[in-house]
């Protein structure tokens, strides 16, 4: 199992552009969840998926939107990118949300807005 | 809104020394309680995830307690190795069906 894979490892955009952070998973897991790590600040939950169809705000929604077409993808866009999205980006898993099960992470995509 | 705390935000030891991590939390109705160690640049990788029902778990060198009535956990790391040098995290998640809550991590560095 290649486990929880995201694309692309670094990107830079500037201000005002939109691209999509893809993340994927083989583990058929249900619940999947999209992080962001500042310094100082710990991780914080910004868009979660209990299973496919099914989205929900986390608790930084604001300039983010994600869909869920299939159990094993989960891509997060950012639809005008501004400088205070400038963060490390991860994606997490686990079997379901509604249990006691690990999550799993990501490698993470660094972003930098300028 | 639960806050998780983690003191020290940093700490250097000696190779071989034991050592504990502390992570609290302010609301003790949780779920559950992960830790994860994070290398530099690196993704989060779970270490031992811990059961509201349950008081402690062990993985090799690694053993996690948790107090739910004082809202405190913590890892013990057994004779450390400089490849224990990371960052750890300790997350809690507060309902079946809610997220986890993180703490700012305590970055280790272990000294040959």
């Known amino acids: 199992n290649a486990g929880v894979t995201q694309t692309p490892k670094f990107q830079v955009l500037k201000t005002g552009q939109s691209m999509t952070l893809q993340c994927a998973q083989d583990?058929?897991?249900?619940?999947m969840s999209w992080y962001r790590q500042d310094p100082g600040m710990g991780l914080r939950l910004i868009h979660y998926s209990v299973g496919a169809g099914i989205t929900d705000q986390g608790e930084v929604p604001n300039g983010y939107n994600v869909s869920r077409s299939t159990t094993e993808d989960f891509p997060l866009r950012l639809l005008s990118a501004a400088p205070s999205q400038t963060s490390v980006y991860f994606c997490?898993?686990?079997?379901?949300?509604?249990?006691?099960?690990?999550?799993?992470f990501g490698p993470g995509t660094r972003l930098t807005v300028t | 809104k639960q806050e998780v705390t983690q003191i020290p935000a940093a700490l250097s030891v000696p190779e071989g020394e034991n050592l504990v991590l502390n992570c609290s939390f302010t609301?003790?109705?949780?779920?559950?309680l992960q830790w994860f160690r994070q290398d530099p640049g690196k993704g989060l990788t779970s270490l031992l995830l811990?059961?509201?029902?349950?008081r402690e778990q062990t993985s090799g060198r690694l053993n996690a307690s948790l107090d739910k009535s004082s809202g405190r956990s913590t890892l013990y790391i057994a004779a450390s190795q400089p490849g224990d040098s990371a960052t750890y995290l300790c997350a809690v998640k507060e309902g079946p069906g809610n997220q986890f809550y993180f703490g700012t991590g305590t970055s280790l560095t272990v000294i040959p």
């Open positions: 811990i059961q509201s029902s349950q």
């Open positions: 997490a898993s686990s079997r379901e949300g509604r249990g006691p099960y690990e999550q799993y």
């Open positions: 609301d003790s109705a949780i779920y559950n």
């Open positions: 583990m058929n897991h249900e619940y």
